[in-house]
Antibody, heavy 118, light 106 residues
Framework: EVHLVESGGGLVQPGGSLKLSCAASGFTFSGSTMHWVRQPSGKGLEWVGRIRSKANSYATAYAASLKGRFTISRDDLKNTAYLQINSLKTEDTAVYYC?????????WGQGTLVSVSS | DIQMTQSPSSLSASVGDGVTITCQASQDISNYLNWYQQKPGKAPKLLIHDASNLETGVPSRFRGSGSGTYFTFTISSLQPEDVATYYCQQYGDLFTFGGGTKVEIK
């Protein structure tokens, strides 16, 4: 069974940085594209970005509105994907989800909450 | 970037009513569309994949149809446990989500 567990969220001051983790199990992580999606409280889902597999050169892509402060990486030996967020703003406050797969293979983690406040 | 226009943003219907939500893509996405249900405090749950395929274990009152740029999601007989927000998601080119439809019981 596919299992995705996000961690690393918490309360951060504006201007700070945070690195979220997504631990994966139950599927061939190294061959999978991993995505990050975020959701501010009471609002809709926003795609953040994705990282492809080694076979696809670990290619990354990001939402145009978020380019520059977000970096997605992965460690296939640890079956873990990461989302680094720099220069955090109050509007980055959200639950951050990692997801894998498309179509009927889509699976989501339970999310981790990032709160940006002074 | 592909834009997804979902409507309505909210709806209220009686138990047993049929409800329909639509999603329009800004360009052809074939059948690369999923529908999700999300309840407060929970991760989105996949209901329909590839535009019209019911996810295993999901009640048959949920149905999806469409291809290209126009898609519909229907609940044939609304139940109290269907109160939630529903999202469409395209994966034809990266990901984009519709704005969501909040479904309530009248």
């Amino acid at each position: 069974e596919v299992h995705l567990v996000e961690s690393g969220g918490g309360l951060v001051q504006p201007g700070g940085s945070l690195k979220l983790s997504c631990a994966a199990s139950g599927f061939t992580f190294s061959g999978s594209t991993m995505h990050w999606v975020r959701q501010p409280s009471g609002k809709g889902l926003e795609w953040v970005g994705r990282i492809r597999s080694k076979a696809n050169s670990y290619a990354t892509a990001y939402a145009a509105s978020l380019k520059g402060r977000f970096t997605i990486s992965r460690d296939d030996l640890k079956n873990t994907a990461y989302l680094q967020i720099n220069s955090l703003k109050t509007e980055d406050t959200a639950v951050y989800y990692c997801t894998r797969g498309v179509g009927g293979d889509a699976r989501w983690g339970q999310g981790t909450l990032v709160s940006v406040s002074s | 970037d592909i834009q997804m226009t979902q409507s309505p943003s909210s709806l209220s219907a009686s138990v047993g009513d049929g409800v329909t939500i639509t999603c329009q893509a800004s360009q052809d996405i074939s059948n690369y569309l999923n529908w999700y249900q999300q309840k407060p405090g929970k991760a989105p749950k996949l209901l329909i994949h590839d535009a019209s395929n019911l996810e295993t274990g999901v009640p048959s009152r949920f149905r999806g149809s469409g291809s290209g740029t126009y898609f519909t999601f229907t609940i044939s007989s609304l139940q109290p446990e269907d109160v939630a927000t529903y999202y469409c998601q395209q994966y034809g080119d990266l990901f984009t989500f519709g704005g969501g439809t909040k479904v309530e019981i009248k």
